[in-house]
Nanobody, 122 residues
């Protein structure tokens, strides 16, 4: 099994910044890609940003230029730096990792964290 644990959420004023972190642990052989999703009340979960094991990143248009995704492969950790936050960024943010686990046998995994609340309000 692969477990994901997010941290770093909280309450911030519009224009402020936060950095989210997410650590993957367990029977990890390799992590191909890591992602951040978010879900606002009454809305579907949406992809915010993703990054491959070689560092290629991509962003939803709504956050491009304000958010930066990065990862530390040695620590199986993904980060999301969020600048110039807006009230519409308020949501529960989830990390997701996809790769290969090894616990006796090799198998694909697709694991999610429990989510961390980000609230942007004055």
């Amino acid at each position: 099994q692969v477990h994901m644990v997010e941290s770093g959420g909280g309450l911030v004023q519009p224009g402020g910044s936060l950095r989210l972190s997410c650590v993957a642990s367990g029977s990890i052989f390799s992590i191909k890609a890591m992602y951040w999703y978010r879900q606002a009340p009454g809305k579907q979960r949406e992809l915010v940003a993703g990054i491959t094991d070689s560092g290629v990143d991509n962003y939803d248009y709504s956050v491009k230029g304000r958010f930066t995704i990065s990862r530390d492969n040695a620590k199986n950790t993904v980060y999301l730096r969020m600048n110039s936050l807006k009230p519409e960024d308020t949501a529960v943010y989830y990390c997701n990792a996809r790769g290969i686990s090894h616990s006796g046998t090799y198998a694909d995994f697709d694991s999610w964290g429990q989510g961390t609340q980000v609230t942007v309000s004055s």
